[in-house]
């Protein structure tokens, strides 16, 4: 994964105890978003994500362990249920191939 060169990330959750390859890539982090009611937090990360693009067109995938915080069948996202594992590794090289 190292040949993709550095990232903007915002790491919490299962993912976080496999994060220390990526730290010294790591060049910023998401913007949050405050969250007013229940409902904002449904997509809260993809807005997060284009916050932080605003306007930019730059190819990017997302990994997370909750799809709730993105579109329904949000092609960008890959699920990590059990962290990031030789599963998920796979299917993001796919991506980045792309």
Known sequence: ???????????????????QDIASRVIDVLPIIDIESVEDINGIRFREIECYLAGRDIPWVALDDDDGLFPHQCRNLIICEAGFTSKEEAILRNKLKD
């Open 1 to 19: 994964m190292r040949k993709h060169g550095y990232i903007a990330v915002r790491i919490s959750g299962a993912l976080h105890a496999n994060t």
